[in-house]
């Protein structure tokens, strides 16, 4: 999922973004339209919610 989304190494290998199946899907659903990305940091794989939605 994150390659397919334009993430590179090192975000979608060796952070949580490369187990972001196992560990987002079974929640997936409870986030939509309570947290939105606030910025994402390929260098280190970091990405930043905050609560609410996009928009």
Do not use: F, K, Y
Request: charged share 20%; aromatic share 0%.
């Amino acid at each position: 999922m994150p390659t397919e989304r334009g993430m590179t190494a090192p975000a979608a290998s060796g952070t949580v973004l490369a187990h972001v199946d196992t560990v987002l899907t079974p929640v997936a659903h409870e986030l939509v339209g309570r947290v939105r990305v606030v910025g994402h940091e390929a260098d280190t794989g970091r990405l930043d919610v905050a609560p609410g939605a996009s928009g």
